[in-house]
């Protein structure tokens, strides 16, 4: 692809390390915008901006840069420019919306309702199975699912909305070339794969460093209608997105979870200052006016013969173990095994890390 030498500046100046942002604002605006700065680039900028930078913009420069040109062609990335038809609508309007943003695959359309999940890396089976159900639920109801490809919650978000078929937007702390964590690799193919995107602002090599995390947050909480939190502590980095999403306007929801667990800190101080409860899918719906609500006769389970089941009315609460649905059924060991396999395969009941099974409401 072709650039002009204004988008080759726009570009220059988004790879610098995030640490000198400002200090390039302020050129900026001093020679008239990013092709300004490239063409009154020289050594007398060395001390503002710091060795590491300068070198890193001296080289770029010099190179047209043609290593994050090669790198986002090797990806079949391209960027998006603020301004242009193909920049995301919903940040135009949030305070310091990225000028270039990297991107592989495709944007759901403009207009489209998002929803954000976030919470810990840390989650526990319940928080994550509960991101899992609700992104499910929303995807398989047309809303895009937007998270960080993070470890915990954001990742059983992202597989919540691939469940469904449905369309999901990571957007990262780090370059697109950087796999962080190293495990989602493949989970970010498959969001490219299904239709979905992996967005960054940071140059394609740039490292997953911490200060980039909370930054990237307000890009999460800006491509969305609103926000929803599963699993943080009072004093996590996921508070940075509740609060951009509260000074974008954004609606903000909170799962409930057991008041004494750590990770409940967070959601339970929204609810009471004011967060909107989600407890599934459905609350997110009809409080967004998305689409109305299910009759009260359909949040009820069916009264068939599975409700004889005694696995299935074991788990008709909450998860178990395998070792406690022996003890709660009754069964043998070699009968229940199978019974639960055959479950499973009819989508009744799904495994969960730790050897614990979880019955599936449809």
């Not at 060395?46 to 890193?56: H, I, K, P």
């Not at 913009?57 to 038809?85: I, M």
């Not at 999901?168 to 794969?193: F, M, W």
């Not at 009968?335 to 009941?349: A, D, I, K």
Request: proline share 7%.
């Amino acid at each position: 692809m072709a650039y002009t030498d204004e988008q080759l500046a726009r570009i220059w100046l988004q790879c610098a390390p995030m640490g000198v942002w400002n200090k390039l604002q302020g050129l900026r605006q001093a020679f008239d915008g990013p092709l300004g700065v490239w063409q009154h680039f020289t050594p007398d900028f060395y001390d503002l901006l710091g060795e590491n930078a300068f070198g890193l913009l001296a080289d770029l420069r010099r190179s047209r840069c043609r290593e994050v040109l090669s790198a986002l062609d090797s990806l079949s990335a391209r960027p998006l420019f603020f301004g242009d038809g193909h920049y995301p609508l919903s940040l135009s309007a949030i305070d310091h919306p990225p000028d270039v943003l990297f991107m592989r695959g495709e944007l759901p359309p403009p207009h489209a309702p998002a929803i954000a999940i976030v919470g810990s890396r840390r989650s526990t089976r319940y928080g994550a199975a509960q991101a899992r159900r609700i992104a499910r639920e929303l995807a398989e109801r047309g809303v895009t699912i937007v998270s960080g490809l993070a470890r915990g919650i954001d990742s059983a978000a992202h597989l919540g909305a691939l469940d469904a078929g449905g369309k999901t937007v990571g957007v990262l702390g780090c370059g697109l070339s950087i796999h962080y964590p190293p495990e989602n690799k493949e989970l970010a193919q498959r969001i490219v794969d299904s239709g979905g995107a992996i967005l960054s602002e940071l140059s394609p090599s740039a490292p997953p460093l911490s200060h980039h995390f909370p930054v990237r947050n307000r890009i999460i909480s800006g491509l969305s209608d609103g926000v929803l939190l599963i699993e943080a502590q009072e004093k996590s980095g996921t508070h940075s997105t509740i609060n951009y999403a509260l000074h974008q306007g954004r609606e903000v929801f909170a799962l409930p979870g057991n008041v004494d667990a750590p990770g409940s800190e967070l959601p339970l101080k929204l609810l009471k200052e004011g967060a909107a409860l989600c407890t599934c899918g459905e609350d997110i719906l009809s409080f967004m006016g998305w689409q109305a609500p299910r009759s009260a006769q359909e949040t009820f389970l069916p009264e068939d013969e599975s409700l004889q089941d005694p696995v299935l009315q074991a788990l008709a609460m909450e998860e178990k173990t395998l070792e406690e649905l022996l003890q709660e059924t009754g069964m043998p060991v070699d009968q229940l095994t199978p019974h639960l396999t055959l479950l499973e395969l009819s989508g009744q009941v799904e495994r969960r890390p730790g050897r614990a099974f979880a019955r599936v409401n449809n």
